[in-house]
């Protein structure tokens, strides 16, 4: 089972930037299709960043625009650059493949935006 660990949340202010980063415990990592995630209390998780094993990036509208995925197979790692943070983007955010693996959920990493 591929394992997901997520790092670089945080609090930032409105308008502020974070850069998530997500390694995979897979050495078959450069084929996987990932995905961003997020999800708040009550609420569903949604995808919001794909990007395919050719650096092909697909994002919800609510932040196209403003937030950037990459990859380098290299390393077995993605990142998601955020800026413009709003407070609705306040969630805790996954990494998965695309589709999600139902056992590929680790335990996020939380960002917060708030002034």
């Known amino acids: 089972q591929v394992q997901f660990v997520e790092s670089g949340g945080g609090l930032v202010q409105p308008g502020g930037s974070l850069t998530l980063s997500c390694t995979a415990s897979?050495?078959?990592?450069?084929?996987?299709?990932m995905g961003w995630y997020r999800q708040v209390p009550e609420k569903q998780r949604e995808a919001v960043a794909i990007i395919d094993n050719g650096g092909r990036t697909d994002y919800v509208d609510s932040v196209k625009g403003r937030f950037t995925a990459s990859r380098d197979n290299a390393v077995n790692t993605v990142t998601l650059q955020m800026n413009s943070l709003r407070p609705e983007d306040t969630a805790i955010y996954y990494c998965n493949s695309s589709p999600p693996q139902a056992g590929g959920w680790g335990q996020g990493t939380q960002v917060t935006v708030s002034s």
């Open positions: 897979t050495l078959i990592f450069n084929i996987y299709t």
